[in-house]
């Protein structure tokens, strides 16, 4: 079974479609479990997907710890193998059996998808070459690249790091230590709406810092409530 762990704050907008879309593309969606973690939402997110095969669990304390909904949803899931999905990321087809091959090697210890943003203008095309580029270098994807790794691997290498910002990446350098991350395509596809509403190259420009205090060793934590404020005040 496959575990799809999905953290929410105010994602009315996006996580039925999200979760209907990610049950249309599994090959056997008999052998999914969705899991939805919210952070206290104060619009319609649960109620959207109240009607759904879903879990849905309210942890309002965990408002800005994106990592311990992550952490939370891997406790309760049932599977051997944990997916975390953005709620405005989209799955390509047969995603859960893409997932399964990738764990033949013996080598592999997790991966994610190839990097691509739903209905790009020629700025977030650009963007995702540069994206492509950076994490073939480095093996670090994010979160919206839906990371996949084996429950009993999350357990050995003390889970997702308690870090409020870049979560998945600091979960990807954990998991270089201890085998290889494969890099799945067809990719999946993101929702670009952080460049649209908040102004493409001011964004780029956040992304970029974060970026390199990442690569440096500086903590980027105390830019956590700027990124998040967005869906703090929605």
């Known amino acids: ?113 190839e990097f691509a943003f739903e209905r790009p203008d020629w700025k977030l095309w650009i963007l995702s070459i540069g994206n492509r580029i950076r994490y073939r270098f480095g093996r670090v994807f994010y979160g919206d690249q839906a990371v996949f790794l084996k429950k009993e691997t999350l357990n050995e290498i003390g889970g997702v790091p308690n870090e409020p910002l870049m979560e998945t990446a600091f979960l990807c350098r954990r998991l270089s230590k201890v085998g290889k991350l494969a890099l799945l395509r067809p990719g999946i596809r993101t929702s670009p709406r952080r460049f649209q509403e908040h102004g493409f190259f001011k964004v780029l420009w956040f992304d970029f810092n974060m970026f390199i205090r990442f690569n440096l060793g500086i903590p980027v934590s105390p830019y956590a409530e700027k990124y998040w404020s967005k869906n703090l005040t929605d």
């Open 1 to 113: 079974m496959i575990s799809i762990i999905i953290p929410t704050l105010n994602e009315t907008q996006y996580l039925r479609r999200t979760i209907l879309h990610t049950q249309k593309m599994a090959s056997d969606v008999s052998n999914l479990e969705i899991i939805v973690v919210d952070a206290g939402s104060t619009d319609d997110t649960l109620p959207s997907v109240e009607d759904l095969a879903v879990q849905c669990f309210e942890r309002p304390d965990f408002v800005l710890k994106k990592y311990a909904s992550l952490n939370y949803g891997a406790e309760k899931a049932k599977g051997e193998i944990i997916l975390f999905l953005d709620a405005d990321t989209f799955l390509p087809e047969d995603f859960d059996t893409m997932i399964m091959s990738a764990f033949k090697s013996s080598e592999t210890v997790g991966g994610a998808f």
